[in-house]
């Protein structure tokens, strides 16, 4: 019998002989130079730990001075917020609304600022202090337009004594529209004789004027002459000069040391406003905690504002005083054709229309004086 041949099926393919501890393993075949190769699968990298707290992006932990300032400027924003809101809470309310018919919504926002001559609040120290005597009621001794829109802020007296129609009593002085309705007479009273829509009531007495020039740390009023004024407990030197809450009201009140009388003071009025407003706004004002607590809530004491006048409005209001001289502002008096204080027909109109249509920027000299006369 002839051998067999031997088996290679094992080695040609086959899966060879069983339990062959170490079968032949198929090698890997190299592409050839040239051809495409498919990309390799992106890696995927670990994601990324959250930096400690306190530390920066590089890891770095946030120097501990870094950290205490801006906590304290955290602080600091809070109570810029939150001291005015607590004060806008004692903040008195009345209804300034006209009963008449009112003009149209004209551009720009109008405020009505009154300067009560109301003893309320006062004791008799003060009263003999201040000297505002002892008289009953409520009259006014300021009213003022204040304008803000799209043109410079303009600040307009209207002398107590102005000749007017107040409706329902006739052609009086148009303070005895606040004695006859209070403010809704006098807004509606206001707005019948100029065609201006008041948007806004704010209000403010004896004692809330000195609280205010007190708050801020006093102003500075600069009189052209001596003025000595029993009537008005002044007594002071020509020149500029630093004054506190009672010298400033007093400075404001006074009325017959000029020729002029309530036009004059109507311009002594406008100054002292702007001091004010100039010393509110400055940097110190909200660098300093005490008197910024002093200042929001003297503000807060004594403002009587009107139903429709909120929060927001109020700090316009208080903003757009800082900003009613020089070159932001316009401050001027009622055109005027001569002392018994009647209005100038034609160049009062003439401002009136220009107000109402937010065009202050466009007010010539002629209808912007101290004291509104025409020469």
């Known amino acids: 019998m002839g051998k067999e041949p031997p088996d290679y099926d094992w080695l040609y393919g086959a899966d060879g002989p069983p339990g062959d501890p170490d079968p032949t393993r198929v090698l890997p075949v190299q592409p050839r130079r040239g051809a495409e190769q498919p990309p390799p699968p992106p890696r995927r990298l670990p994601p990324a730990a959250p930096a400690p707290r306190g530390r920066g992006r590089g890891g770095r932990r946030r120097p501990r001075w870094l950290r205490v300032l801006v906590a304290v400027l955290a602080l600091w924003v809070v109570f810029l917020v939150v001291v005015p809101l607590l004060a806008w809470q004692s903040v008195e309310k009345v209804d300034a609304t006209s009963a008449g018919d009112r003009p149209d919504k004209q551009p720009g926002t109008t405020y009505l600022l009154v300067g009560s001559d109301s003893r309320e609040g006062l004791t008799a120290r003060q009263r003999r202090r201040f000297g505002t005597g002892d008289d009953v009621g409520r009259r006014t001794d300021t009213i003022m337009l204040l304008h803000v829109g799209s043109g410079p802020n303009l600040l307009l007296s209207i002398p107590r004594d102005s000749i007017v129609e107040v409706p329902g009593y006739g052609t009086t002085k148009i303070n005895a529209a606040y004695a006859f309705g209070g403010a809704p007479l006098l807004v509606e009273t206001l707005e019948r004789a100029t065609g201006i829509r008041v948007d806004n009531y704010v209000e403010i007495g004896f004692a809330g004027f000195v609280g205010l020039v007190n708050a801020v740390g006093g102003i500075e009023i600069c009189p052209e002459t001596d003025m000595r004024d029993p009537l008005a407990n002044l007594d002071i030197k020509a020149g500029c000069q630093e004054a506190g809450g009672r010298k400033a009201l007093g400075y404001a009140r006074s009325r017959k040391l000029s020729n002029l009388g309530d036009i004059d003071r109507a311009r002594r009025q406008r100054e002292v406003v702007s001091a004010v ?68 027909p034609e160049r009062s109109q003439q401002l009136f229309r220009l107000i109402a249509e937010d065009r202050t920027d466009e007010i010539p000299n002629r209808l912007c004086r101290p004291s509104g006369l025409a020469d």
């Open 277 to 344: 407003g100039r010393e509110a706004a400055s940097p110190w004002s909200f660098i300093n905690p005490v008197r910024y607590y002093r200042l929001a809530n003297a503000a807060a004491d004594f403002l009587v504002v009107g139903e429709d006048t909120g929060p927001i409005n109020t700090a316009r209001f208080a903003w757009a005083m800082t900003r009613v001289d020089g070159e932001s502002g316009l401050t001027c008096s009622m055109p005027i054709r001569d002392l018994a204080v009647n209005w100038d």
